[in-house]
């Protein structure tokens, strides 16, 4: 039986998987949340930008919907806050649990 643990290491690899063959996908959580944070958004979540994502893929642009797992929001909040630490304030971030 995994533990909690095991899973959460898992889920990490998978994540780190899907990003490195998808780095649009966090070019296009970074420009979705800068834009939201430049709208005066002073607050935001993983799945609010998420969710602006697939709008955009389904309603805006043509081709295939966007898929992503919703347990990688939280690595792109981490990766985010990372890469524009001055903004670590406009997401909540908890410990990663198992899904």
Same mark, same amino acid.
């Given at each position: 039986?995994? =533990?909690? $643990?095991?899973?959460? +290491?898992? %889920? =990490?690899?998978? #994540?780190?998987? !899907?990003? +490195?063959?998808?780095?649009?996908?966090?070019?296009? !959580?970074?420009? #979705?949340?800068?834009?939201? $944070?430049? @709208?005066?958004?002073?607050?935001?979540?993983?799945? !609010? &930008?998420?969710?602006?994502?697939?709008?955009?893929? @389904? %309603?805006? /642009?043509?081709?295939?919907? #966007?898929? &992503?797992?919703?347990?990688?929001?939280?690595?792109?909040?981490?990766?985010? $806050?990372?890469?524009?630490?001055?903004? *670590? *304030? /406009?997401?909540? =971030?908890?410990? %990663?649990? @198992?899904?």
């Amino acid at each position: 039986m995994n =533990t909690p $643990i095991h899973m959460s +290491n898992a %889920i =990490t690899a998978r #994540f780190e998987r !899907f990003h +490195n063959e998808n780095p649009h996908v966090y070019s296009m !959580f970074q420009r #979705f949340s800068l834009k939201a $944070i430049q @709208a005066g958004m002073k607050r935001l979540s993983g799945h !609010f &930008i998420l969710a602006r994502m697939r709008w955009e893929s @389904a %309603i805006e /642009t043509k081709g295939d919907p #966007f898929k &992503i797992n919703d347990n990688y929001s939280a690595y792109y909040v981490r990766k985010f $806050i990372a890469d524009f630490p001055q903004y *670590a *304030a /406009t997401f909540e =971030t908890r410990r %990663i649990r @198992a899904a």
